[in-house]
């Protein structure tokens, strides 16, 4: 198990930039596949960008292909995820969580219930 806790979301103009933060405890930071997720206000979530264990593999949701990136440095146990071009659509609290990796594929987790530690939350929310 692996606590979560993420950072760096606000209030920003349309058209600009976040950068969030999530900062994992433990040692074994290595050993999971990261996620960032956002939920807007009467949506679902949805899994907006993934990292493998590695840093090899990245998925990103189409909305934000372009705009986003996902990143981690397992020295500092954190994974960001810049989010440029942002526009009022962007608006949700974004969680970052943790799935265990699996050593036998190469592609990231992008299934949802694979994940099963999460943060917080952070606001994120982009004005017109």
């Known amino acids: 198990q692996v606590q979560l806790v993420e950072s760096g979301g606000g209030l920003v103009q349309a058209g600009g930039s976040l950068r969030l933060s999530c900062a994992a405890s433990?040692?074994?930071?290595?050993?999971?596949?990261m996620g960032w997720f956002r939920q807007a206000l009467g949506k679902e979530r949805e899994l907006v960008a993934a990292i493998r264990w590695s840093g090899g593999s990245t998925y990103y949701a189409d909305s934000v292909k372009g705009r986003f990136t996902i990143s981690r440095d397992n020295a500092k146990n954190t994974v960001y995820l810049q989010m440029n071009s942002l526009t009022p659509e962007d608006t949700a609290v974004y969680y970052c969580a943790a799935a265990s990796a699996n050593f036998d594929r190469v592609d990231t987790t992008t299934t949802e219930h694979e994940y099963h530690d999460w943060g917080q939350g952070t606001q994120v929310t982009v004005s017109s």
């Open positions: 433990g040692h074994t930071f290595y050993m999971y596949d």
